[in-house]
């Protein structure tokens, strides 16, 4: 909203003022209200503003009423030592934390050893260099402890008792100077490049959601193409989010879009991101969409099960699948803000028995990439991974290669990939069931696939 100053203009207080003054409202929480509702001052925020009406550059969501789609697994944020930071997820962050504290014990017995073995000859050289007339009983004795290495306090000459408490005072003493010496050693190793690379200064919780919108039935959504989903980011969850599931409904007070930082990318999870702020506040509505009133409706987003099958029909999005692991190909660097990725090959049961006269057209593989934060991402295992089914939940399905009839897909940090949990009854599934009545197909398609990553 914009005004000139004049005498008919409320915001007019200085007479003679030239100058326009300007009232600025955020398009987020600017809105249509209901009809009923009453002017004046709003003492609750009782009107649902719809995610598709969101402005990503409007400011913060005043309520809206969101129905969570996807429960994506946690990640941990980490504040690196050389001032850059990353989004682990757990396995990677555990990972990290590991590889620093063996960082840390090593390079404490590396300086401990060090100090230690200059303590030992500065001692041989003293009792080499010095005259024995020179040095006092204690002194002496403490030089031969030193210089043997540990040995008896009774070796060499006898000791009063105040030397001796003497010398239990210079040990202590000259402990907790070499202890002293050890830690600064230390802490001017931990501001070094090599440090940099596995401390972690800081790490917060991070859970993220997909969010899709709830609307009043009577009202129309956003333009046409306006995002119904958000991809929600929740810095440190609380206790009203530790046991969240898929389908159930929650109010949102304060969520702030943040901005798109792959708006260009085809295979974003969403049209909108937001984030949890200072005054984010959540609260239980129901546990599904059925428990909503009538005047209310959720989006619904049922997980996807796909498979090789699906192929020809062209699908897109989100799916959840799982297949035999024919190869996985080593982890690549990308060259450019510390990315990598990974390329694994898999075939799933609607492959089909091929004969021998080569007369059928080759199976479909699925070629899944992963992509993300060199250090942040869960890789696969070549040793431990290959030739094992493997479920895979949340992998955006990507482009397909007709020509070497390969169907790719996506995996991000938001993805997870784990071994396919057993039956309850012990019988194999359907794709090791598979594979074991077709080993011949199988070797032929891991031979295909060892040629497709260039190993073959």
Not at 238 to 256: C, D, H, K, T
Not at 285 to 312: F, G, K, N, Y
Not at 405 to 417: E, F, L, N, Y
Request: aromatic share 4%; net charge neutral; hydrophobic share 40%.
């Amino acid at each position: 909203m914009q005004t000139a100053r004049s005498s008919m203009s409320p915001f007019a207080w200085r007479q003679g003022a030239s100058s326009p003054l300007r009232l600025r409202l955020h398009r987020t929480p600017y809105h249509r209200a209901p009809d009923s509702c009453r002017l004046g001052r709003q003492w609750h925020r009782s009107t649902l503003l719809p995610l598709s009406l969101v402005d990503p550059g409007g400011g913060a969501i005043p309520r809206t009423l969101v129905v969570v789609q996807r429960v994506y697994p946690p990640l941990v944020w980490c504040s690196l030592s050389n001032g850059t930071s990353l989004m682990q997820t757990l396995r990677a962050h555990r990972a990290t934390q590991n590889a620093a504290t063996a960082h840390t014990e090593k390079a404490q017995a590396e300086v401990a050893a060090r100090i230690t073995a200059q303590e030992r000859e500065r001692c041989r050289t003293l009792l080499a260099e010095t005259p024995a007339q020179e040095l006092g009983p204690v002194q002496r004795a403490y030089a031969r402890l030193q210089a043997d290495a540990g040995a008896s306090q009774d070796s060499g000459e006898a000791l009063s008792p105040a030397q001796r408490a003497a010398l239990d005072r210079l040990v202590a003493e000259r402990q907790a100077q070499m202890q002293a010496q050890c830690e600064a050693e230390l802490g001017q190793a931990e501001t070094g490049p090599e440090a940099s690379e596995v401390m972690v200064t800081k790490a917060v919780p991070v859970q993220t959601l997909l969010l899709g919108e709830v609307r009043h039935r009577h009202r129309r959504s956003g333009t046409s193409g306006a995002p119904t989903q958000a991809l929600c980011t929740i810095w440190r969850p609380g206790e009203e989010m530790g046991g969240v599931r898929e389908g159930s409904i929650f109010s949102a007070l304060g969520l702030e879009p943040r901005p798109r930082r792959g708006a260009a990318n085809p295979e974003a999870r969403a049209g909108l991101e937001v984030q949890t702020g200072r005054g984010t506040r959540w609260s239980l509505v129901a546990h599904d969409r059925t428990a909503l009133p009538p005047s209310l409706e959720a989006a619904a987003a049922p997980r996807r099960a796909w498979s090789l099958a699906c192929v020809p029909r062209g699908d897109a999005g989100e799916v959840d699948t799982a297949g035999f692991c024919l190869c996985v190909g080593p982890v690549v660097a990308l060259g450019h803000a510390a990315q990598a990725s990974q390329w694994a090959f898999f075939v799933d049961a609607s492959c089909p028995a091929q004969s021998g006269d080569h007369t059928h057209p080759p199976p479909w593989l699925l070629a899944v990439r992963l992509e993300g934060a060199a250090q942040g991402m869960d890789w696969l295992d070549p040793g431990t991974h290959a030739g094992a089914v493997l479920e895979l939940r949340d992998v955006v399905v990507g482009a397909v290669d007709a020509d070497s009839r390969v169907q790719q897909v996506v995996a991000d940090k938001h993805s997870s990939i784990s071994p396919r949990v057993p039956k309850p009854d012990g019988s194999a599934c359907d794709i090791q069931a598979f594979v074991q009545a077709n080993l011949d197909l199988i070797a032929g398609l891991q031979c295909r696939a060892a040629c497709l990553l260039g190993e073959g």
